[in-house]
């Protein structure tokens, strides 16, 4: 079969190399991907919000299935674009429609849908600048440090943890009143502060049926020992060790049950992944967010635990039947140590050529903000390459990775040397 994959990022890189190994897949496309993407697959240069461009392409280069890997494309619509499409309707796009999308597209729609389904998550209340001085009367009996939300697709960057009652009404002013985070914050969920430690869980579902793919832990700030700014994700590393069988017993029960029936429920077809954040609060798991997509750099310490034929598992999910196909998962650590730009999460260096990549020995690098200059890959976006390992245990795969991302270079390269090391 013919598949089109969506995005450019380093999820979009650990897709294409995870569906090239498979015998099912003929042809694949990468929209636009990236100077590693190539070596899977042939990119394309289209936009993911070019759903005009993207349907040409599907038609003219008889495309059997769309997976979608980003956010954005989900948010407005393209599951439901080619299903109100005569030429396009029956070809499969691997991702939810409009309205199941909401999951991540709005913090608000997701709370409400967590709520009426009874799956444990942070207690929270939402604003409108019109409702601004409740959200202050709010704040004043929420409890510190207090969460902030926007409510809409911020790229990462709209949750704010206040550990004040005037930082928390500063913020919730700008959020609100001053567009802090754009049209993302006309509305704003404020959130109850949950205590505990974070891992990502992913879903595969058909919209009847569900596969709960490898566990990961990503880390978020930009500095060693979890300090410093947010970023879109610094690494990450698969299994997540107190995610026992007794835990991921009760995420099962308590929050993907739910969540797969409460889709049913309310109508929300929705085939494709589910990314739920999760906190293990004292042996117990809460929500902290839905996305409607896999993570990332957390899909690049997923795929490669995943043993079976992955397009077998998207066409299960196409056809209805997820639940005949068969998921097997390695017991090996997969760990990810993201290499960004000089600057990054700020301003960062950009243009910047890379070397060393050919020197890394037992990893697989997955690109990410790379673009190709004739021969020379150079670094053009702020998380650029993703450098993984699968080894026997976490110490050797963390190590692993770490000394390959040592082994390139390119002008203000950075990475952090202690990803998984709270693990250990």
């Given at each position: ?253 308590r929050v993907i049950i739910p969540t797969v029936e409460g889709l ?7 085939k494709g992944f589910i990314f739920i954040g999760l906190m293990n ?95 020379t890959v150079k670094a053009t976006g702020g998380r650029v390459l ?39």
């Amino acid at each position: 079969m013919n598949i089109l994959l969506l995005g450019s990022g380093g999820r979009e890189s650990a897709f294409a190399w995870k569906i090239s190994q498979s015998a099912k897949c003929d042809k694949l496309f990468i929209a636009p991907g990236n100077a590693g993407t190539g070596r899977y697959g042939t990119n394309i240069n289209l936009k993911v919000t070019n759903f005009e461009g993207i349907k040409d392409f599907t038609i003219d280069n008889a495309i059997d299935m769309v997976l979608v890997g980003p956010e954005e494309p989900l948010v407005r619509g393209i599951h439901d674009f080619f299903l109100a499409d005569e030429q396009l309707k029956n070809i499969p796009v691997i991702g939810p429609q409009q309205e199941a999308a909401q999951l991540e597209g709005s913090k608000d729609f997701s709370k409400l849908f967590m709520q009426r389904n009874n799956i444990p998550t942070a207690s929270s209340k939402t604003f409108t600048r019109d409702t601004l001085q409740e959200g202050f009367d709010y704040l004043a009996t929420a409890g510190l440090p207090v969460v902030l939300k926007a409510d809409g697709l911020a790229a990462g960057k709209g949750v704010l943890i206040c550990l004040t009652l005037e930082e928390a009404e500063i913020e919730l002013t700008e959020m609100l009143t001053e567009a802090k985070f754009g049209d993302a914050s006309a509305k704003v969920v404020i959130e109850q502060f949950l205590q505990g430690i974070e891992l990502s869980v992913f879903v595969m579902t058909d919209g009847e049926h569900y596969k709960i793919l490898p566990e990961a832990k990503d880390y978020k700030r930009i500095g060693e020992g979890d300090t410093g700014l947010n970023t879109g994700g610094m690494g990450s590393v698969s299994p997540v060790p107190f995610a026992d069988a007794e835990f991921m017993a009760k995420v099962e029960q308590r929050v993907i049950i739910p969540t797969v029936e409460g889709l049913k429920k309310e109508r929300l077809p929705y085939k494709g992944f589910i990314f739920i954040g999760l906190m293990n609060c004292y042996g117990d798991p809460y929500v902290i967010e839905y996305n409607c997509r896999m993570g990332d750099p957390e899909t690049e310490s997923v795929m490669p635990r995943i043993q079976s034929d992955f397009v077998e598992l998207l066409i299960g999910v196409a056809d209805g039947n997820l639940n005949e196909k068969e998921l097997v998962i390695s017991d090996k650590t997969a760990a990810t140590v993201v290499c960004v730009a000089g600057g990054y999460p700020g301003e960062y260096l950009k243009d910047k050529a890379i070397s060393g990549i050919e020197n890394v020995r037992d990893s697989i690098v997955f690109h990410a903000g790379t673009t190709l200059n004739g021969e020379t890959v150079k670094a053009t976006g702020g998380r650029v390459l993703a450098v993984t390992t699968l080894q026997d245990n976490m110490f050797t795969a963390l190590q692993q990775a770490t000394a390959d991302a040592a082994r390139i270079y390119y002008d203000g390269v950075y990475f952090r040397k202690d990803i998984g090391f709270d693990l250990l």
